[in-house]
């Protein structure tokens, strides 16, 4: 570290077709900025398509996001950094628990709308997101996962899994109140030094 200086880094894992452009991982990526986060926003491709329903195409789609996350970062020399946010989204999650457990990062997690293989890598330090009306998810079965890992869930009545209810006002507020959330977050957990 020259002059002591705090280096941040934080990741965003996408879903299908849910990219770093869209509202959940726009505006968490603006707020990890905000607080002096370098951001590295990770690409799928060559993936598999109409997977809901199908597990066998589901663990395809994972791997195959895994393997094109680690394939960016690894020029990345993550022990630079004093503190690392993995922000994940739908199977974005999977892939920033795994990775996350698999590099021994022990970097502080944002789970927007977890499928029920990302908890397979729940570690600490880790706030996730949902809607009760999520058909990618089990929602009773993400609830019971979230609650056996001490995780923090908030569960928003009737939005799907992109957190939208169909209302454009109500889901405002909604993106509203995770980003608080998020802030909230990434503010309490940031170093001392900062």
Request: charged share 25%; glycine share 6%.
């Amino acid at each position: 570290m020259k002059n002591g200086s705090v280096k941040k880094l934080a990741i965003i894992f996408p879903g299908m077709g849910y990219h770093k452009d869209k509202p959940l991982l726009y505006y968490s990526g603006r707020i990890a900025k905000a607080f002096g986060f370098e951001l590295i926003d990770i690409e799928y491709h060559d993936m598999p398509q109409k997977i809901q329903g199908n597990i066998a195409l589901m663990k395809e789609a994972a791997l195959r996001a895994y393997s094109c996350a680690t394939e960016q970062l690894s020029g990345i020399d993550i022990s630079l950094y004093n503190e690392i946010l993995l922000i994940g989204k739908s199977i974005g999650t999977v892939v920033a628990a795994k990775y996350n457990l698999e590099h021994k990062l022990g970097a502080k997690q944002l789970w927007y709308t977890p499928v029920e293989a990302t908890f397979n890598y729940a570690a600490d330090n880790i706030e996730a997101f949902i809607g009760d009306n999520d058909p990618w998810s089990d929602i009773s079965k993400v609830k019971e996962l979230a609650d056996i890992s001490r995780i923090p869930l908030f569960v928003y009545p009737g939005c799907n899994h992109s957190l939208e209810s169909g209302n454009a006002i109500s889901d405002l507020n909604t993106i509203l109140d995770v980003m608080e959330k998020t802030e909230q977050f990434i503010s309490v957990h940031r170093c001392e030094t900062d």
